[in-house]
């Protein structure tokens, strides 16, 4: 019972009411991810003509809400046979009203593919939800500094490697000495289901205190962030109607570590990943079975307005 507590963190608090649900807008979100599957087709790492124009998409969309967005910039050697090349992460920033001694909150998201395939949940679904939270945050401001941030390279042949678009930017927040509260990464947050069994887990054992229908979200995280996963899933919680779990647990479970957040556990930033869980509740994910017309954008909005909510306080 003490390790499901630590794993799990169970909140007995209530569950927030839809009537709360007035900010974000399922129909934005829907119309943003048909816009990236349908005119970025084969957002990877080798097709730069089309990351840069995805990259260019994304600081468009940004600027209608912000004057404070720029490119991140970065150049690899190898990836591409034996040349150099540039790539983008695209950056908005959003000045709190107040000077918060715990300091910036970062929301995070990848535009790139896998394979170049439509990558609508994967991760058009986070690119969205990027979208809907700067045209709330417009018109919202938060307490605390934030950053929006959609990385380019998290897919292989970058994963997992210091080429990601997100290890770019942790490495220079650390190098300007930037204070971080916390970094919320959005992957894959738009399949739901409730049919039985519908739900997978990397360990049998965890059945037992997680559902078995993927009619969820989840915050996931390692043991060294207990603390920021339960402030962020509280916050969550009180301010959406999905039904929210969340698991701390070591990098070798499958998993855990299978995003950008795990780039800003190298720089002792806390971090934690917004998830459906992915290829634990689908068969689409990596497949061009990903497509739009597969998500729940009302449920997904559900999602961005729990993030929204913890964000501005």
């Not at 965890?206 to 916050?235: C, G, H, Q, W």
Request: aromatic share 12%.
């Amino acid at each position: 019972m003490i390790i499901w507590y630590v794993v799990a963190q169970p909140l007995f608090i209530s569950q927030g009411m839809q009537q709360s649900m007035v900010e974000v807008k399922a129909e934005n979100l829907k119309k943003s991810v048909y816009e990236l599957v349908e005119k970025f087709d084969g957002r990877v790492y080798d097709n730069l003509k089309v990351l840069n124009s995805t990259a260019e998409y994304i600081y468009d969309r940004f600027s209608q809400h912000s004057s404070d967005v720029h490119y991140q910039t970065y150049t690899l050697h190898g990836l591409l046979e034996e040349d150099s090349f540039e790539y983008r992460n695209v950056i908005l920033k959003i000045k709190g009203q107040e000077v918060c001694a715990e300091g910036l909150t970062v929301v995070g998201a990848h535009y790139d593919t896998y394979e170049g395939m439509a990558g609508a949940n994967d991760n058009s679904s986070g690119i969205a939800g990027l979208f809907e939270l700067a045209r709330v945050l417009e018109a919202h401001p938060p307490r605390c500094d934030v950053e929006l941030v959609a990385y380019t390279l998290e897919e292989p042949p970058a994963f997992r490697t210091k080429k990601m678009g997100s290890y770019i930017h942790a490495k220079r927040l650390k190098e300007k000495n930037v204070k971080v509260k916390r970094v919320i990464v959005l992957e894959v947050i738009g399949l739901y289901s409730n049919e039985a069994n519908s739900q997978h887990y990397p360990l049998p054992l965890m059945n037992a205190f997680y559902p078995k229908e993927a009619n969820f979200i989840a915050i996931v995280s390692n043991f060294d962030n207990i603390f920021t996963v339960r402030e962020l899933k509280e916050s969550m919680k009180s301010n959406m109607n999905l039904p929210l779990y969340s698991v701390n647990a070591p990098m070798f479970i499958p998993g855990i570590d299978f995003s950008d957040h795990r780039s800003y556990w190298e720089f002792d930033y806390p971090s934690v990943m917004v998830t459906d869980t992915a290829f634990y509740r689908s068969d689409n994910y990596h497949t061009e079975n990903d497509t739009p017309d597969t998500l729940d954008y009302e449920k997904m909005a559900e999602v961005v307005e729990g993030v929204f909510r913890a964000v501005v306080e």
